[in-house]
RNA sequence: GGAGAGGUUCCCGAGUGGCUAAAGGGGGCAGACUGUAAAUCUGUUGUCAUACGACUACGGAGGUUCGAAACCUCCCCUCUCCA
């Protein structure tokens, strides 16, 4: 019966989600799907502030095609107007004020790399500056009359920052309840996002309920640590693996997780069963599976996800060779003197300075096709070109003319 | 509006006239070890210069001084308490 239906669907969308409020209201809104066939809006907004989509938004975004392959629709929110106040977490002081053509570019990009996971049949870019932009005054106090200051101080950062002392900004406040209008203007059915939104997606719930609508259903997704092991991936904090990357990159930094974090990869970023990661761990455990292993399979996965199978394990082997197969290419003119390797390392941009240069030259982190190079006043005289390795990631080959 | 405390290098934070490119910690980078992991250890961490050294930097603008991150004046910003 339909009721069996809406059970496994469920038990399908309640897959790795961390809170769900509430699921009464969410089987209720699917049973009327199925009897009335009219879809759900399902809505979760992004920040237009970074063009890269990484590997901790797939998590949501894997969450959000699945609402799909249901039959119901996404509307995903472009929050151009809510960048302009930036999500007061307390660590973006000064943030940066977007153009609107950064924006709008942003949005671009944003959307292809979006379109690797969702169905863009069944999607709805919109910019959530249509309807707030629109928000006059009148109507700007309307909205701030609706939450009071007691319930925004119950916000994790906006209490921490009361209590230590640190500036909030009024105009901070506005960032729950612009986007928890967004949800009343779009009057979505479910808002999805990461676990550190909840705040914000429950403020939708109340809001949408002070103006006469149903309210929506809020999940949230666990958000993916970064490279780091420590935060949260993010492109502000550099410790994130993008989804456009190359696979060699990719593949690399996957490996370089630790074992630990590992596991909470192959939960949020894989389809492998649980049984699977428990008897990894096991064999682990006793010593019968090399967690490295384990790790190559993971980078596998990600890489092939991204890439196909082919460039995955071309980019495996690549990972293994002390020199992949596909170096970049570095074009230079030598001079007539001859060039410094300092000067050289700087123009590949494989230091940000001379000094910087040096250092890694002294400290022997500089290769020349596998030859350890110590000495800082070397100087380029020929045009032989050669590998050259400057630390841990930095290799290229240089040819000159 | 009143009173007080502050703004230091990527971050936190010490420094109250020359010994300060500025302690300490975090982070970053490099090296050792390893599994091109983590943890640990070592080194390093403003720019230019082979080097001597030069320049830039302690919220902003002026000033005092042989010499200022430090002292004075004004301004900007943040926080706390009072109204």
Request: proline share 3%.
């Amino acid at each position: 019966m339909s009721d069996e239906r809406v059970r496994h669907e469920l038990d399908q969308l309640k897959a790795g989600i961390i809170d769900l409020y509430t699921e009464e209201e969410l089987v209720k809104k699917m049973t009327r799907f199925h009897k009335e066939g009219k879809p759900m809006i399902v809505k979760a907004g992004f920040d237009p502030t970074s063009s890269d989509i990484h590997l901790g938004h797939t998590v949501l975004m894997n969450k959000m095609r699945q609402f799909q392959d249901l039959g119901h629709r996404v509307a995903y929110v472009v929050g151009d107007a809510t960048a302009m106040i930036g999500d007061p977490t307390g660590r973006n002081k000064t943030r940066k004020v977007l153009t609107r053509d950064e924006i709008l570019e942003h949005a671009k990009t944003y959307a292809t790399q979006a379109f690797k996971i969702l169905d863009p049949q069944k999607t709805e870019m919109v910019f959530n500056s249509t309807w707030l932009f629109k928000l006059d005054f009148i109507k700007l106090i309307d909205l701030t009359s609706k939450y009071n200051v007691a319930r925004m101080l119950e916000r994790e950062d906006f209490k921490n920052r009361f209590k230590s002392g640190d500036s909030i900004s009024v105009h901070e406040f506005l960032y729950p309840l612009a986007q928890g209008y967004d949800s009343v203007a779009l009057k979505s059915d479910v808002e999805l996002g990461g676990t550190d939104q909840i705040f914000n997606l429950l403020v939708g719930r109340k809001l949408q309920a002070d103006y006469g609508q149903e309210p929506q259903v809020v999940m949230t997704v666990p958000l993916l640590v970064g490279l780091d092991g420590v935060q949260k991936m993010s492109k502000s904090y550099g410790n994130y693996i993008g989804v456009t990357e190359p696979a060699d990159s990719m593949f690399a930094k996957v490996m370089s997780i630790s074992d630990d974090l590992m596991w909470s990869y192959y939960e949020l970023l894989t389809t492998v069963p649980v049984e699977e990661i428990a008897a990894m761990k096991n064999g682990i455990a006793n010593d019968t599976v090399h967690p490295r292993d384990c790790k190559v399979n993971l980078a596998l996965f990600i890489t092939a996800r991204f890439h196909g199978e082919p460039a995955a394990r071309e980019a495996k082997e690549n990972f293994y060779r002390d020199v992949p197969s596909n170096l970049a290419e570095y074009a230079v003119t030598l001079p007539d003197g001859g060039l410094p390797l300092i000067d050289l390392i700087v123009q590949l941009g494989f230091t940000e300075s001379k000094g910087d240069a040096r250092r890694m030259l002294q400290q022997g982190g500089v290769y020349i096709d596998a030859n350890k190079v110590s000495d800082a006043a070397l100087k380029i005289t020929s045009k032989d070109s050669f590998v050259l390795k400057a630390g841990k990631k930095k290799i290229g080959r240089v040819n000159f003319s």
